[in-house]
C-alpha cells in the first residue's frame, strides 16, 4: 500500500436526469487526450449518481466506449468506506463483453490506497482498510470491520478483465464509488523511455 492516489482520471458526469430523490440517471464522459484512447467516450448510467450524498442501485453500460466495453485495467475506487454509518456497503456485478456475467475475480488486490490514515504520520494503515469478499458473482465491499473513521482514505483496485455492464449497490449516503481510467502520457514520456532505452542498449553493445 502507498498513501499515493493512482492519478487516473475520473470521468465527467453530465444530463444528470432528475426524478425521485436521488437522481434517476446521468451520462459518463472520457475526452480525448486526457484518457488512453481505449476509455474515450461517453457512457451512460441508470439510477443514482454514486458519489457522497446519494444510494441505490446504478447500471452502468459501455456500449458507446471506443472498444465497447470498459477495458482491463480500469481503477474501481471507493471512498470514506469505514464504519461511520450504519450501512456502508457496495455489492458490485460484471458482465463480459459477451454479456454473461462474470464468476472469477475481476478486480485484482488494491494497488493504491490514498489519503489520510491512522499510521505513522497520517498513512494509512491495514486497519483501516475496508474488507471485501467475492461469493462466485458478485463482490461485496463493506467498512463495518474498519477500526476508526477514515473520510479522506480512497481505496483503489484495478480490473483485469473487460467489462461491457456493471451493476453498483451503495447501501449508503455517506461514502463513495467512482470509475477511474489511465491517463495520458505526458507530452515527451514516451520519447524519453526511448532515449532511456538506446542508451542502455549502446552500453550493453560496449560491455
Request: charged residues 15%; aromatic residues 10%.
Amino acid at each position: 500500500m502507498t498513501g499515493v492516489g493512482s492519478g487516473y482520471v475520473s470521468p465527467t458526469l453530465s444530463n444528470i436526469q432528475p426524478g425521485p430523490t436521488p437522481p434517476q440517471g446521468f451520462d459518463s464522459t472520457w475526452s480525448p487526450g486526457v484518457v488512453q484512447p481505449a476509455w474515450v467516450g461517453t457512457f451512460s448510467a441508470t439510477g443514482p449518481t454514486t458519489g457522497s450524498g446519494d444510494s441505490g442501485t446504478t447500471r452502468y453500460g459501455f456500449s458507446t466506449l471506443a472498444t465497447g466495453v470498459l477495458p482491463a485495467g480500469t481503477v474501481f475506487a471507493f471512498g470514506d468506506l469505514d464504519n461511520r454509518g450504519s450501512n456502508e456497503v457496495f455489492v458490485l456485478e460484471a458482465r463480459d463483453a459477451f454479456g454473461a456475467v462474470i464468476t472469477t475475480p475481476w478486480l485484482d488486490v488494491p494497488g493504491w490506497v490514498s489519503g489520510a490514515g491512522t499510521g505513522p504520520l497520517g498513512a494509512p494503515a491495514v486497519s483501516d482498510m475496508p474488507g471485501w469478499d467475492w461469493n462466485g458473482t458478485r463482490y461485496r465491499f463493506g467498512g463495518m470491520q474498519v477500526a476508526s473513521q477514515n473520510p479522506a482514505l480512497t481505496v483503489e483496485l484495478v480490473s483485469n478483465r473487460s467489462i461491457s455492464y456493471v451493476e453498483v449497490q451503495k447501501f449508503d449516503t455517506l461514502n463513495g464509488f467512482a470509475l477511474r481510467a489511465p491517463p495520458m502520457p505526458a507530452p515527451g514520456a514516451g520519447v524519453a523511455a526511448l532515449a532511456g532505452i538506446g542508451v542502455l542498449a549502446r552500453r550493453r553493445r560496449r560491455d
